[in-house]
């Protein structure tokens, strides 16, 4: 079953404007972790922030985390179209004794145009 | 070091016949993870190994088996391939099994289709 659920599916934007994504979850979590996946490349992490966290920045990259919300976003600022990818999030959450189990939405598709 | 290496990249297998995705990492990482990607539904965990020697069950782990014999692989095998498995596989890893707040590392995937 799918825990972290993003919004929008797609998205288009011009090199230089502000992308930003969002994900809800929908049960407690550790922590919440941003990932992005090139065409035909594997997932590549990107940021994680702990659920007693509120923001977290990362070069262009800013995520907030809101728990009474269950909700996420991910804003990358001045776009390149080097950002073209999908967008992944994904809650960590505790799983049967002490093991974490990490699960993914099912992705924003970012397109940033020249 | 390489990171996460999947073999191979890409696949092409009859329903009935059988196969071992590879999957090696050189991190000395204690927790591997075998993903499906479908379209439309994100990744799903397969199976999951918290050490050599011990293995567990994901989300969608009918149809397939892993074995982990050793830190560095975790082979993960089609008994008998179906087209509902056509896919493509990541192969992931982190540092410490039974801890949080850990990135994982993933390969770049096998792609697989069932004909």
């Not at chain 1, 923001?55 to 269950?70: C, I, W």
């Not at chain 2, 990249?9 to 993870?33: I, P, R, W």
Request: glycine residues 8%; charged residues 20%.
């Amino acid at each position: 079953s799918q825990q972290g659920e993003e919004d929008p599916q797609a998205l288009s934007i011009q090199e230089g404007e502000n992308a930003t994504m969002n994900c809800s979850y929908k049960t407690s979590i550790n922590n919440l972790q941003w990932y992005r996946q090139n065409s035909g490349r594997g997932l590549v992490h990107l940021i994680l922030i702990r659920s007693n966290e509120r923001e977290k920045h990362s070069g262009r990259l800013r995520v907030t985390l809101d728990t009474s919300k269950k909700s996420s976003s991910l804003l990358i600022t001045a776009s390149r179209a080097a950002d073209t990818a999908s967008y992944f999030c994904a809650t960590d959450e505790r799983s049967g004794g002490s093991n974490y189990k990490l699960t993914f939405g099912k992705g924003t598709l970012l397109t940033v145009n020249p | 070091n390489a990171g996460v290496t999947q073999t191979p990249k890409f696949q092409v297998l009859k329903t009935g016949q059988s196969m071992t995705l590879q999957c090696a990492q050189d991190m000395n990482h204690e927790y591997m993870s075998w993903y499906r990607q479908d379209p439309g539904m994100g990744l799903r965990l397969i199976h999951y190994s918290v050490g050599a020697g011990i293995t567990d069950q994901g989300e969608v782990p009918n149809g397939y088996n892993v074995s982990r014999s050793t830190t560095e692989d975790f082979p993960l095998r089609l008994l008998s391939a179906a087209p509902s498995q056509t896919s493509v596989y990541f192969c992931a890893s982190k540092p410490v099994a039974f801890r949080s707040n850990q990135p994982q590392h993933f390969g770049d995937g096998t792609r697989l289709s069932i004909l």
